[in-house]
């Protein structure tokens, strides 16, 4: 028996503020993004269909957070970023893209307007090489700080605001995209209305020495238990979101990987962002290719890097793609040739030599379920 | 009966020259919810080592290898509408295909049950 699909390359194998309640909880740990992760607890589908219902305790701190602070801050991201962080009102985040100078995508990200500074979330596989071209590409009068000492948690489901505001009450006055400081027990926390799993929530910054009393807090409710990666993975698939390195890389631009929500009505008109003339021709014009979900019939999934045929002709590949817990069948994000990407179309995707039939689904698979 | 295991996590029942295979339960635990299984047919001829079937998780996708030589007699059609039978009963109704065994020699130097549990507190 062997595995497919093997994890991410690491070089070393840091530990997490969590790590040692993680496998108290029972979790299976896994490399990822060069740290040991809880992968699941109980299973993934089980895990997958309690935060659909109740919440979920993701521990996120293999994800970078970051902040950027100075005079000209905001100016000086949206030269790398098509996002209009000048405009973004205290509390506020937005989800953006950072761009290298061609306009292609090194990474998909949260701005978040603390007041203090513009705070960034950053995806734990690339947040080092982010580090670095940040330090490299902003002016040195700005300040980024890289905030190691900090977990980063998210607490997923319809429960998730019943949960969080018993011990933090400011918690249900957010909306969607919302964001404010809080204090929980004489620890300050940075609490967010947000997540990457379609279901309403949050993501809670705490101090790393915190971090296991808090998670603690959070289990002991009944609306709440740890659940891993795997179905963090699962969720996004279903919430249509974009997972970094998989359905986009550097060879990917905001438009035809279907986020020109990212490029806010000011940077539209006014471009200076990297690759702006290449992503406002392509937003003029049409990408060549767009991200589309598929739905497919029967049990058998297409994952990545499969091929994607109309008739004999192959006009695309499988990004990401894996068995939906709530749908009961396969679905998968794929890039396809822009003719081939209204919704309906009836394509097939070639897994393990066999044509799997396969149509062109709305995004996302599941309807959100956002506060807003 | 004799039960064989193989260090890729396979066991195969062994009666007279047709043996069952399945995977083990230390393979299930590891594989987690399983969503799908893909069957050899009957009258596939394997070779020992070949990968005919391909036990699908919710993430990931796994090769089981055919333990021995010979021909598919039957897969386990309970599967196609049950693959979690695979994680709920690894070891007995979650078993993927039968083989009419070409050489049984193929079995020499497999684990046996002990051996195996062994084996596996190793890992």
Known sequence: MSDFETGEDTVETGTLPLDAWHRAQGARMVEFAGYHMPIQY?????????????????????MGQLTVSGAGAAEALEKLMPGDFSALGE???????????????????????????LALVVNGACKWEDIGFLREHLPDDITLTHHEDQALVALQGPKAVDALSRLVPM???????????????????????????????????????????????????????????????SLRLEAGLPLYGHDLTTASDPVTSGLTFAISKRRRTEGGFYGAERILDLLANGG??????????????????????????????VTSGGFSPTLEHPIAMAQVDAAHSETGTALEVEQRGKRLPATVVKMPFVPPKYVR | ?????????????????????????????????ITFVELPGAGDQLKKGDA??????????????APISGEVTEANAALEDEPELVNSAPESDGWLFKVKMSDASELDGMMDEAKYKDFVSSL
């Open chain 2, 52 to 65: 005919p079937c391909v036990v699908e998780s919710v993430k990931a996708a796994s090769d089981v290898y």
């Open chain 1, 288 to 317: 060549p290719t767009r991200r589309v979900g598929l739905a497919l019939e029967g049990r058998m999934a297409a994952r990545e890097g499969a091929r994607v045929f109309a008739g004999e002709r192959e006009i695309g590949t």
């Open chain 2, 1 to 33: 009966m004799t039960r064989y295991f193989t260090d890729e996590h396979e066991w195969i029942d062994v009666d007279g020259d047709v043996g069952t295979v399945g995977i083990t339960d230390y393979a299930q635990s590891q594989l987690g919810d």
């Open chain 1, 171 to 233: 918690a249900a006055d957010l909306k969607f995209m919302q964001s404010g400081p809080a204090d929980w027990d004489g620890v300050p926390l940075y609490i967010s209305r947000s997540g990457y799993t379609g279901e309403d929530g949050y993501e809670i910054s705490v101090p790393a020495d915190a971090a296991e009393k808090f998670a603690e807090a959070l289990v002991a409710m009944d609306e709440v238990k740890p659940i891993g990666l795997g179905a963090r993975d």
């Open chain 1, 91 to 117: 509390g506020r985040m937005r989800y953006s893209l950072l761009l290298d100078e061609d306009g292609g995508i090194l990474d998909d990200l949260m701005v978040t307007n603390t007041g203090e500074h």
């Open chain 1, 42 to 62: 109980e299973g993934i589908i089980a895990e997958h269909l309690w935060t659909r219902e109740n919440a979920g305790l993701f521990d996120v701190s293999h």
